[in-house]
């Protein structure tokens, strides 16, 4: 096994983990098997309690495993499927310490950062790392780690400790240390400044760590003169230093780092005979390409985006990131518009700006989310693309706010909601779901992924399924990934449906309602799960791509021209 870790210095969000992904990337098109694993510093066990604002979007896996966001971009650019343990945090590892000392696993032993928690941290990562991540049962033969956080920051210090005690336990040969560092450019002067990086290396080296490749994060390409400063006081050779600047669009960080010969320096650290490795980065290429051509396109199809965290578009990265899939997949640009639901209700201060908008879009997306604030906002968002024929995509909360305002302006049923907002309503259509707690709120939810089947009577005019059988030849179910507490009313599904409103997919036990599509619509669709967390580049969530068919009145010819005849 080959480990290559990923740290970061100076300062936070300067794409670790795109260039954690970019490097499993490259791996990946040499034929490699390769894994990823997320370490982040905090003391929750995992991402799922926290706040959007605090750490953006809550990415789910296929185990139910609440995770950071990184693990997305993993699963994006390599293409693996990973678990919860592929998220390390500060709170898992003491947890899973405490566990131990209570049993009396130690042995009577004072417990301490150092012996315990370290070999923790480096039980983990070993374990985590021999686990199959591409659908075989065969071990990855490398394992791509990222540190979270800023080397320096009290809360890693136990992590980077334990990679330095790693790279003895494993052996030199076996370990790869790249460091992410800032390379800023004074306004005034225009200089790019190597400082910050300097320090930022003697720091790491402090705490017994020698990165082997430097990757410099810069607005512009690196000059001659400062990657051999770079080389110069970070006591690497220059052919080390890797510029990482700035580029069009992401699918191009892994192209960046292959023209500078990356492959073949983690080749060399690893001592790895590269004679029979052969790349093929065709795929990828052609995805970065069609991107660009995309954006240089003068007209563009408008998604109306309304959510109630757009102050951080984090929140919403997977879905971003989805949109983008089914736009290069359509080969048309897109154009997110950025809507507070609160903004949509009577009252609020940018009310008409808001509406305005709204109506200029050329589809509408409601995403997930929790809490009654900015609900009334969705709702009215909601009516508005069923009244007007504007093709919507409902995810998660967004599929039971389509469904409460179905039940209020077609069914007629005053006062409808759903029991997160109302406890003591009468006319709840959305309900808690009785086998989740009611008091604990970390991993309790109804969380992974789990099968819908398509109903029979309804499957041959769904255009869910036609998408799905066309895009990722799936006929009688999907598999998606859900997190949600509460579920339509089973008490209410018929009546919702007897006044057009169709539940085309359940769970498998046909009483917890998945899907529904508005016939004689151009495109109304909302989903329990999220089909964001499976989209892909080279694979997009058939929903999306539907969406953004309809919103460019392309929909009804794709499904046509791709529709085999029987």
Request: charged share 25%; net charge negative.
């Amino acid at each position: 096994m080959k480990y290559i870790f990923v740290t970061g210095g100076v300062l936070s969000g300067l794409g670790k983990g795109v260039i954690a992904s970019s490097c499993g990337n490259l791996l990946r098109s040499y034929g490699l098997r390769v894994t990823s694993i997320k370490i982040d510093p905090y003391l929750n066990v995992d991402a799922g309690t926290m706040s959007p604002f605090e750490h953006g979007e809550v990415y789910v896996l296929d185990d139910g495993g609440e995770a950071d966001l990184d693990l997305g971009n993993y699963e994006r650019f390599v293409g693996s499927t990973l678990t919860k343990d592929n998220n390390i945090t500060t709170g898992k590892i003491y947890k899973s310490v405490i566990e131990k000392e209570r049993r009396g696993d130690y042995l009577g032993k004072t417990v301490q950062v150092v012996p315990h928690i370290c070999n923790e941290i480096q039980d983990w990562i070993e374990r985590v790392a021999h686990t199959p991540t591409d659908g075989t049962d065969q071990s990855p033969n490398f394992c791509v780690v990222e540190v979270g956080g800023t080397v320096g920051d009290i809360e890693s210090m136990p992590f980077i400790e334990a990679l330095r005690q790693f790279q003895f336990r494993v052996g030199k040969e076996n370990f790869c240390l790249i460091h992410v560092s800032l390379i800023p450019i004074l306004g005034v002067v225009g200089e790019q400044k190597t400082k910050p990086t300097q320090n930022s290396i003697r720091q790491l080296r402090a705490l017994g760590l020698s990165p082997d490749l430097i990757a410099c994060r810069c607005s512009s390409p690196l000059s001659p003169s400062t990657r051999s400063k770079v080389s110069s006081f970070c006591h690497v050779s220059e052919e080390h230093v890797i510029d990482v600047h700035d580029v069009d669009n992401i699918y191009r960080v892994p192209l960046l780092l292959k023209d500078q010969g990356v492959p073949s320096l983690i080749f060399k650290v690893f001592n790895i005979d590269q004679t029979y490795l052969n790349c093929n980065m065709d795929e990828w290429k052609q995805i970065a390409d069609k991107y660009t051509d995309i954006e240089n396109q003068e007209n563009c199809i408008k998604i109306a985006m309304v959510g109630k965290y757009t102050d951080l578009l984090d929140t919403y990265l997977s879905v971003i990131k989805s949109l983008k899939h089914a736009s290069i997949y359509i080969k048309k640009k897109m154009k997110i518009l950025w809507i507070e639901s609160q903004n949509l209700e009577e009252g609020s201060d940018t009310y008409d700006e808001s509406w305005e908008l709204l109506k200029s879009a050329d589809g509408i997306l409601i995403p997930g989310g929790f809490g009654i604030r900015g609900v009334e906002g969705k709702i009215a968002a909601a009516r508005y693309s069923r009244e007007n024929d504007v093709p919507f995509l409902g995810i998660c909360l967004g599929l039971q706010i389509a469904v409460i305002e179905y039940a209020r302006n077609v069914v007629h049923l005053e006062g409808a909601t759903s029991e997160e907002f109302d406890e003591n309503s009468d006319t709840q259509v959305v309900i808690f779901m009785p086998e989740i707690s009611t008091t604990h709120m970390g991993g309790t939810m109804r969380l992974g992924k789990r099968e819908t089947i398509f109903v029979e009577d309804f499957v041959e005019g769904s255009v869910n399924a036609k998408l799905h059988k066309i895009i990722r030849n799936e006929e009688k179910s999907v598999s998606e990934r859900h997190r949600h507490r509460y579920e339509v009313n089973p008490e209410y599904v018929q009546s919702i449906q007897d006044a057009g409103l169709m539940f085309v997919g359940q769970d498998t036990t046909g009483t917890r309602q998945e899907i529904i599509e508005l016939p004689n619509h151009p495109y109304f669709v909302g989903t329990q799960y999220h089909p964001e967390f499976r989209s892909r580049p080279n694979l997009p969530s058939p929903l999306f791509v539907g969406l953004l068919l309809a919103s460019c009145g392309e929909l009804q010819t794709f499904l046509v021209d791709n529709t085999e005849e029987e």
